[in-house]
Protein backbone atom coordinates (compact mmCIF):
# COMPACT_ATOMS: atom_id res chain seq x y z
CA UNK A 1 0.00 0.00 0.00
CA UNK A 2 2.72 2.46 0.90
CA UNK A 3 3.76 1.72 -3.02
CA UNK A 4 0.68 2.05 -4.14
CA UNK A 5 0.40 5.39 -2.22
CA UNK A 6 3.61 7.05 -3.33
CA UNK A 7 2.84 6.08 -7.20
CA UNK A 8 -0.13 7.87 -6.97
CA UNK A 9 0.96 10.96 -4.96
CA UNK A 10 4.40 11.58 -7.15
CA UNK A 11 2.54 10.78 -10.21
CA UNK A 12 -0.14 13.73 -9.33
CA UNK A 13 2.35 16.43 -8.23
CA UNK A 14 3.81 15.68 -11.95
CA UNK A 15 0.89 16.01 -13.53
CA UNK A 16 -0.08 18.79 -11.42
CA UNK A 17 3.36 21.04 -12.81
CA UNK A 18 1.19 23.80 -15.15
CA UNK A 19 3.57 23.65 -18.26
CA UNK A 20 1.45 26.33 -20.35
CA UNK A 21 0.35 28.42 -17.05
CA UNK A 22 4.23 28.80 -16.37
CA UNK A 23 5.25 29.56 -19.63
CA UNK A 24 2.88 32.04 -20.64
CA UNK A 25 2.65 33.67 -16.85
CA UNK A 26 7.29 33.61 -17.62
CA UNK A 27 7.22 34.90 -21.01
CA UNK A 28 3.89 37.68 -21.21
CA UNK A 29 3.08 37.60 -17.61
CA UNK A 30 -0.75 37.49 -18.67
CA UNK A 31 -2.87 33.97 -16.63
CA UNK A 32 -3.51 31.76 -19.23
CA UNK A 33 -6.52 30.80 -17.03
CA UNK A 34 -8.19 34.23 -18.03
CA UNK A 35 -7.45 34.35 -21.92
CA UNK A 36 -9.47 32.25 -24.45
CA UNK A 37 -11.33 28.83 -23.05
CA UNK A 38 -9.07 29.34 -20.13
CA UNK A 39 -7.44 26.09 -20.48
CA UNK A 40 -4.06 25.46 -19.21
CA UNK A 41 -3.24 23.17 -22.27
CA UNK A 42 -1.71 23.95 -25.66
CA UNK A 43 -4.41 24.67 -28.01
CA UNK A 44 -5.10 27.67 -25.21
CA UNK A 45 -1.49 28.96 -25.16
CA UNK A 46 -1.31 28.80 -29.07
CA UNK A 47 -3.81 31.84 -28.91
CA UNK A 48 -1.27 33.55 -26.63
CA UNK A 49 2.22 32.73 -28.01
CA UNK A 50 1.59 30.98 -31.18
CA UNK A 51 2.24 27.61 -33.04
CA UNK A 52 6.08 27.37 -32.03
CA UNK A 53 4.68 27.44 -28.22
CA UNK A 54 1.49 25.55 -28.83
CA UNK A 55 3.93 22.38 -30.28
CA UNK A 56 6.56 23.16 -27.09
CA UNK A 57 3.88 22.98 -24.68
CA UNK A 58 2.16 19.71 -25.98
CA UNK A 59 5.58 17.93 -26.24
CA UNK A 60 6.31 19.15 -22.54
CA UNK A 61 3.28 18.17 -21.66
CA UNK A 62 3.48 14.53 -23.08
CA UNK A 63 6.72 14.00 -21.54
CA UNK A 64 5.30 14.97 -18.01
CA UNK A 65 2.38 12.16 -18.73
CA UNK A 66 4.87 9.92 -19.94
CA UNK A 67 7.50 10.00 -17.09
CA UNK A 68 5.73 8.71 -14.00
CA UNK A 69 4.21 5.66 -16.10
CA UNK A 70 7.64 4.68 -17.03
CA UNK A 71 9.09 5.13 -13.58
CA UNK A 72 6.60 2.84 -12.64
CA UNK A 73 7.01 0.43 -14.94
CA UNK A 74 10.65 0.39 -14.37
CA UNK A 75 10.76 0.60 -10.07
CA UNK A 76 7.26 -0.62 -8.97
CA UNK A 77 7.50 -4.08 -7.47
CA UNK A 78 3.65 -4.65 -6.37
CA UNK A 79 1.29 -5.90 -8.76
CA UNK A 80 3.27 -6.20 -12.03
CA UNK A 81 1.85 -9.01 -13.59
CA UNK A 82 -1.65 -7.12 -14.45
CA UNK A 83 -0.04 -3.56 -14.84
CA UNK A 84 -1.69 -1.72 -11.87
CA UNK A 85 1.10 1.10 -10.82
CA UNK A 86 1.83 2.06 -14.31
CA UNK A 87 -2.51 2.77 -14.76
CA UNK A 88 -2.36 4.15 -10.84
CA UNK A 89 0.48 6.75 -12.32
CA UNK A 90 -1.31 7.65 -15.39
CA UNK A 91 -4.69 8.44 -14.04
CA UNK A 92 -2.60 10.28 -11.45
CA UNK A 93 -0.51 12.23 -13.87
CA UNK A 94 -4.23 13.09 -15.80
CA UNK A 95 -6.31 13.92 -12.88
CA UNK A 96 -3.06 16.59 -11.63
CA UNK A 97 -3.10 18.09 -15.37
CA UNK A 98 -6.80 19.03 -15.31
CA UNK A 99 -7.16 19.56 -11.57
CA UNK A 100 -3.87 21.62 -10.57
CA UNK A 101 -3.22 21.45 -6.78
CA UNK A 102 -0.72 24.44 -7.48
CA UNK A 103 -3.90 26.21 -9.55
CA UNK A 104 -6.37 25.37 -6.66
CA UNK A 105 -7.71 22.24 -8.91
CA UNK A 106 -7.97 23.94 -12.64
CA UNK A 107 -6.22 23.23 -15.78
CA UNK A 108 -5.89 21.34 -19.32
CA UNK A 109 -7.85 19.51 -20.70
CA UNK A 110 -5.29 16.42 -20.34
CA UNK A 111 -4.63 15.30 -24.10
CA UNK A 112 -1.19 15.81 -24.23
CA UNK A 113 -0.37 14.05 -20.80
CA UNK A 114 -2.76 11.42 -21.81
CA UNK A 115 -1.04 10.64 -24.79
CA UNK A 116 1.59 10.64 -23.17
CA UNK A 117 0.82 7.95 -21.12
CA UNK A 118 -0.07 5.84 -23.72
CA UNK A 119 3.10 6.44 -25.38
CA UNK A 120 4.93 5.30 -22.19
CA UNK A 121 2.25 1.87 -21.57
CA UNK A 122 2.83 1.05 -25.43
CA UNK A 123 4.55 2.82 -27.57
CA UNK A 124 2.97 1.88 -30.91
CA UNK A 125 -0.56 2.54 -29.57
CA UNK A 126 0.77 6.42 -28.12
CA UNK A 127 2.31 7.08 -32.05
CA UNK A 128 -0.86 5.61 -33.52
CA UNK A 129 -3.51 7.85 -31.69
CA UNK A 130 -0.73 10.87 -32.09
CA UNK A 131 -1.16 10.32 -36.09
CA UNK A 132 -4.80 9.91 -35.92
CA UNK A 133 -5.25 12.87 -33.99
CA UNK A 134 -2.94 14.49 -36.18
CA UNK A 135 -5.02 13.54 -39.08
CA UNK A 136 -7.99 14.40 -37.72
CA UNK A 137 -7.09 17.44 -36.89
CA UNK A 138 -5.37 18.88 -39.93
CA UNK A 139 -8.33 18.11 -42.06
CA UNK A 140 -10.95 19.56 -39.97
CA UNK A 141 -9.11 22.06 -38.50
CA UNK A 142 -10.66 21.17 -35.32
CA UNK A 143 -8.19 19.87 -32.42
CA UNK A 144 -10.91 19.17 -29.95
CA UNK A 145 -12.54 16.66 -32.55
CA UNK A 146 -9.04 15.26 -33.21
CA UNK A 147 -8.28 14.72 -29.48
CA UNK A 148 -11.85 13.02 -28.76
CA UNK A 149 -11.64 10.50 -31.83
CA UNK A 150 -8.00 9.76 -31.16
CA UNK A 151 -8.45 8.98 -27.22
CA UNK A 152 -11.75 6.70 -27.72
CA UNK A 153 -9.94 4.29 -30.08
CA UNK A 154 -7.05 3.96 -27.63
CA UNK A 155 -8.35 1.35 -25.51
CA UNK A 156 -9.34 -0.33 -28.97
CA UNK A 157 -5.78 -0.51 -29.82
CA UNK A 158 -4.41 -1.63 -26.63
CA UNK A 159 -6.37 -4.78 -26.80
CA UNK A 160 -5.51 -5.52 -30.53
CA UNK A 161 -2.14 -5.37 -29.48
CA UNK A 162 -2.58 -7.74 -26.19
CA UNK A 163 -1.66 -5.44 -23.51
CA UNK A 164 -3.33 -6.09 -20.24
CA UNK A 165 -7.07 -5.36 -18.84
CA UNK A 166 -5.55 -2.94 -17.10
CA UNK A 167 -4.14 -0.68 -19.88
CA UNK A 168 -7.47 -1.63 -21.96
CA UNK A 169 -9.53 -0.23 -18.65
CA UNK A 170 -7.64 2.97 -17.92
CA UNK A 171 -7.62 3.69 -22.35
CA UNK A 172 -11.46 3.56 -22.17
CA UNK A 173 -11.94 5.43 -18.59
CA UNK A 174 -9.45 7.85 -19.33
CA UNK A 175 -10.81 8.44 -23.02
CA UNK A 176 -14.44 9.05 -21.52
CA UNK A 177 -13.15 11.33 -18.99
CA UNK A 178 -10.96 13.39 -21.66
CA UNK A 179 -14.95 13.84 -23.73
CA UNK A 180 -16.47 15.24 -20.49
CA UNK A 181 -13.67 17.51 -19.78
CA UNK A 182 -14.55 18.33 -23.90
CA UNK A 183 -18.15 18.83 -23.34
CA UNK A 184 -18.44 22.07 -23.63
CA UNK A 185 -16.43 21.72 -27.14
CA UNK A 186 -18.92 19.19 -27.98
CA UNK A 187 -21.34 21.65 -28.08
CA UNK A 188 -19.44 24.25 -29.84
CA UNK A 189 -18.80 21.89 -32.37
CA UNK A 190 -22.47 20.45 -32.59
CA UNK A 191 -23.37 24.07 -32.91
CA UNK A 192 -20.87 24.99 -35.52
CA UNK A 193 -19.40 27.41 -32.97
CA UNK A 194 -15.75 25.47 -32.34
CA UNK A 195 -12.46 27.45 -33.10
CA UNK A 196 -10.70 26.15 -35.85
CA UNK A 197 -7.24 25.86 -35.66
CA UNK A 198 -5.40 28.01 -38.23
Known amino acids: MIEVLLVVIVAYLIGSIPTGYIIVKLFTGQDIRK ?38 KMFAVSFTGIGLLPVLAAVAVIVGHSKSIFLKFTGGKSVASGVGTILALNWQVGLIIAAIWAVITYVSKYVSLGSIIALLISPFLMWFFKEPAAYICYCALGALYIVYLHRENIIRLVKGEENKVR
Open 35 to 72: VGSGSTGATNVKRVMGKKWFFIVMILDAIKGALPVVLA
